[in-house]
């Protein structure tokens, strides 16, 4: 494995192969193939969303080559009216592997990981910059400042003095 995108986080489907000369069931191998690579991106205009909730619509990218090339045409997903089972069910009958977002409820992370999509969060930033980064390796260049959020509402209940991150109140700064 060398590291990229494709090759730490790609499906991988088996497939059998023969050598020559090998007879019917001797010298038969299962070899990994990686197949292509989806990746999700909420918008805000040419923005990454502050949070998948409130994106209108998804960029998918479709990287079949392990240097980050694109050879498919990039897809636009519309998830406005939707609620979270629909949208993440609308990214898994995609075949969506990773969601790029600002931010992601934790709650729902569960189900995500369920369905197949790996979500990094704490991301902002020009969209194309975000899958730049990801493409070399290199979120930590797009993550936003602090620890990466979780929903509105998770926040409020932990109150703003957790939010700072403060010893003994149940926050954290750093992951």
Not at 114 to 133: F, K
Not at 164 to 175: I, Q
Request: proline share 5%; hydrophobic share 40%.
């Amino acid at each position: 494995m060398d590291g990229t995108p494709a090759a730490v986080g790609g499906r991988r489907r088996w497939r059998e192969t023969r050598r020559a000369g090998a007879g019917r069931g001797r010298g038969t191998v299962l070899a990994a193939v990686a197949e292509a690579m989806r990746v999700a991106l909420p918008l805000f205009g040419t923005e990454l969303s502050p949070r998948f909730c409130f994106a209108a619509e998804v960029l998918i990218v479709t990287q079949d080559r392990p240097d980050g090339v694109e050879t498919r045409p990039r897809e636009r997903l519309v998830l406005e009216g939707l609620g979270w089972p629909d949208r993440l069910r609308r990214l898994a009958e995609r075949r969506v592997d990773v969601l790029l977002c600002g931010g992601f409820p934790r709650i729902f992370r569960a189900q995500a990981e369920a369905l197949g999509i790996r979500v990094e969060v704490g991301l902002g930033g020009e969209a194309e910059r975000v899958l730049e980064a990801f493409r070399r390796n290199a979120l930590h260049e797009v993550t936003i400042g602090g620890r990466p959020r979780g929903c509105r509402r998770t926040e409020r209940r932990r109150g703003a003095v957790a939010r700072a991150g403060r010893p003994g109140t149940g926050g954290s700064a750093a992951f």
